[in-house]
């Protein structure tokens, strides 16, 4: 028997009304626009007490253009793969009421499913409603990285960067060249923007 999948299989039933769908193997995930999502990822630890399964709940927010930077490939080619935990724009993990060990430490038998589902349950409805879920639009995204008052669920690496990416698909093919003439002559102060510039060019201004 999987406890893990067992507990996030009843957790997901309870929090469709929030729009929480089965993800791939274990997980759960919110789709949002343009395939953004957050992802909800049971990460199994070893457990040195027999028919005691042991777990961290890693809570993720992607953004599909920021993704696909990262890696170095399309948008559409993002979508086919769930990006990893360091291709998220936000990260965080959520704490267990019941640890004994680390706040994000959870445990789960046969005996405590429910109770730990319970648990997981009112952790991620109160997580979801008042951080995660708002995040996903992405107008509510650059309101935030443009706001130095809010803070996100965790540092964000390229807020700048991040913002752009929230847009890029909309942006018409003129000022995507003036962009990269921009960050082209920037290049030599900032890899980074090169970098940016020659992945605008191959995957939005190749025809």
Known sequence: MNLIADVFAEVGR???????????GDSLTVPGERGDAIFIDPL????????????MVNITHHLVPWTAFVRDES????????????????????????SSYLPEHWEVTLDTRIQVAD?????????????????L????????IRDPQRK??????????????????????ADLRDLVRYFHTREADDPDLGRLARWIERYFLTA
């Open 14 to 24: 309870r929090l469709a009304d929030l729009g929480v769908r089965p993800g791939q």
């Open 44 to 55: 199994p630890l070893p457990s040195g007490v027999p028919g005691q399964a042991d777990f």
């Open 75 to 98: 948008p559409n080619e993002a979508l086919t793969q769930k990006p990893d935990r360091w291709q998220a724009v936000f990260y965080d993990r959520l704490d267990s009421p019941f």
């Open 119 to 135: 648990g997981l349950t009112k952790g991620l409805r109160e997580a979801l409603a008042e951080t995660w879920l708002p995040l």
């Open 137 to 144: 639009p992405r107008a509510e995204l650059r309101a935030l």
């Open 152 to 173: 996100g669920p965790s540092f964000l690496s390229n807020p700048q960067f991040i913002d752009l990416m929230c847009r890029i698909e909309d942006m018409d093919r």
